[in-house]
């Protein structure tokens, strides 16, 4: 799950966030399906960042990562 984790953050939503100046970094996999991030670049610090990560990353992990029932910023 891990992977397929990192391959959808590096194809989906990384190339997303590039196009305004920011990153996404994997942290961790919580065993209750909860994945922990680190927003980088301008994402770090953005008022529309809690946003972006639930109605963006979160929507797409969920939809493309069976198991994945939450994403937390760290």
Same mark, same amino acid.
């Given at each position: 799950?891990?992977?397929?984790?990192?391959? $959808? &953050? !590096?194809?989906?939503? *990384? #190339?997303? %966030?590039?196009?305004?100046?920011?990153? =996404? !970094?994997? /942290?961790?996999?919580?065993?209750?399906? =909860? /994945?922990?991030?680190? &927003?980088?670049?301008?994402?770090?610090?953005?008022?529309?960042?809690?946003?972006? %990560?639930?109605?963006?990353? !979160?929507?797409? &992990? *969920? !939809? *493309?990562? #069976?198991? $994945? *029932?939450?994403?937390?910023?760290?």
């Amino acid at each position: 799950m891990e992977n397929e984790i990192r391959n $959808v &953050l !590096e194809m989906d939503v *990384k #190339p997303a %966030l590039a196009a305004d100046g920011g990153s =996404i !970094e994997f /942290v961790s996999l919580e065993g209750d399906g =909860i /994945v922990n991030v680190k &927003l980088q670049g301008a994402c770090a610090g953005c008022p529309g960042a809690q946003m972006t %990560l639930k109605m963006g990353v !979160e929507r797409i &992990l *969920k !939809e *493309k990562v #069976p198991g $994945v *029932k939450q994403v937390n910023a760290v």
